[in-house]
């Protein structure tokens, strides 16, 4: 069966720190993997990652994914109390042609205190 | 363009009643989707579209039917509602092989009592 699962769950930080959010799976017919952020509404696009050990970045977040390990990491840096939300991991996987459908982790809800 | 578009934003249905939630989009997507969010949990595939006429079962589809008989517009049916289908229910749309620019509409919060 396939599974995306991301730790920690909830995360409480101070402004300024640095956090990792990770996401692992176990996926047949893998295609890419995608991190959203989710703040009370509908998810938002963060990043798409198909190849292994090439970074995404935007701002202060960067993202990387290892397709040996099946992990994929999700940094931020010098957070903000504006980056509270649950961040969602989620793998595409594909039976043929050319779309594929989107499995989800269960999030993991981050917490920045001023 | 208005993006996705869901209807309505809130519903509380009795157990046993049916009812169709309705997602329509203008950006000329083939691919649209539906998902549903319980507490704590991430997006689960309910049943998804490649196109008019095309329809198929995501991960959740016991208690729903879906149809698409245009592009712009992908409904979702409870057949007869259970407090299990309590639930933030998402559509979504995107050209197919682009969920990196899949759009999300606003959500549909159902309560089933």
């Known amino acids: 069966e396939d599974k995306v699962v991301q730790s920690p769950l909830s995360l409480v930080v101070h402004e300024g720190d640095t956090v990792t959010l990770n996401c692992s799976y176990e996926v047949t017919n893998f295609r890419s993997l995608l991190w959203y952020k989710q703040e009370k509404k509908a998810p938002t696009f963060l990043f798409m990652l198909?190849?292994?050990?090439i970074e995404k970045k935007s701002g202060r977040l960067s993202s990387i994914l290892d397709k040996k390990e099946l992990f994929s990491i999700l940094n931020i840096t010098a957070t903000q109390t504006g980056d509270s939300a649950v961040y969602l991991c989620?793998?595409?996987?594909?039976?043929?042609?050319?779309?594929?459908?989107?499995?989800f982790g269960k999030g993991t809800k981050l917490s920045v205190k001023p | 363009n208005a993006g996705v578009t869901q209807t309505p934003k809130f519903q509380v249905l009795k157990t046993g009643q049916s009812m169709t939630l309705q997602c329509a989009q203008d950006?000329?997507?083939?691919?649209m989707s539906w998902y549903r969010q319980d507490p704590g949990m991430g997006l689960r595939l309910i049943h998804y579209s490649v196109g008019a006429g095309i329809t198929d079962q995501g991960e959740v589809p016991n208690g729903y039917n879906v149809s698409r008989s245009t592009t712009e517009d992908f409904p979702l049916r409870l057949l007869s509602a259970a407090p299990s289908q309590t639930s933030v229910y998402f559509c979504?749309?995107?050209?197919?092989?682009?969920?990196?620019?899949?759009?999300f509409g606003p959500g549909t919060r159902l309560t089933v009592t």
């Open positions: 989620a793998v595409e996987s594909y039976y043929g042609g050319s779309q594929g459908n989107l499995i």
């Open positions: 979504a749309s995107s050209y197919v092989g682009r969920l990196d620019e899949q759009y």
């Open positions: 950006m000329n997507h083939e691919y």
């Open positions: 198909t190849s292994s050990g």
